[in-house]
């Protein structure tokens, strides 16, 4: 496999951050594709576990993972579908969602996190469709404003929408959000 593309620019502001969720309990990364965020954090040192649906991009990261000696469990799981999601109240430092929006799984995520765990989530918004590539389904896209009312539970650390890149926009929101303790 070859190496994942960079971790985001959301999530290199964020590692301090992640230090200290990281104390409470593992980093979760779910839909994590080929583990660009997976493999950045677990070489920053953190306990990692990728979840995603895709077993060859599982079978990558796994293979990746190990020629770089770094501890990272996969989980293979739709968590499009209820019964397979696997995630345990209280079980997760940090969650890590990046490119990835299935509304119904929200609940499930405030609830995985620790008291003080928290959240990064960076996804497409509906001003995507303006740009000719990424995802077109609107099921798949934040309207303006969105992704912090998904998380009522959370405390907001940061919010924001914007347009990255130039040849190829991408039209992202981005939100740090804390569990109350």
Do not use: W
Not at 9 to 35: M, N, S, W, Y
Not at 95 to 113: D, G, N, S
């Amino acid at each position: 496999m070859s190496d994942p593309s960079p971790p985001s620019r959301f999530f290199v502001e964020h590692v301090q951050a992640l230090t200290k969720a990281a104390q409470h309990g593992p980093i979760l990364d779910l839909a994590c594709g080929r583990g660009r965020h997976s493999i950045a954090a677990a070489e920053a040192g953190f306990r990692v576990i990728g979840i995603d649906r895709n077993r060859d991009s599982l079978a990558g990261l796994q293979s990746l993972a190990r020629s770089r000696g770094l501890a990272l469990e996969s989980i293979r799981a739709d968590i499009e579908n209820p019964a397979e999601i696997p995630l345990k109240p209280n079980s997760c430092g940090a969650i890590l969602v990046f490119r990835f929006l299935y509304r119904p799984l929200a609940p499930k995520i405030e609830a995985a996190l620790v008291p003080g765990g928290l959240l990064l989530y960076e996804t497409f918004t509906l001003t995507q469709l303006e740009f000719g590539a990424g995802p077109r389904n609107p099921a798949h896209l934040l309207g303006a404003g969105e992704l912090p009312t998904l998380f009522t539970a959370l405390r907001v650390a940061s919010f924001y929408e914007d347009v990255v890149g130039s040849e190829r926009p991408t039209a992202l929101a981005h939100l740090a959000a804390y569990k109350p303790s």
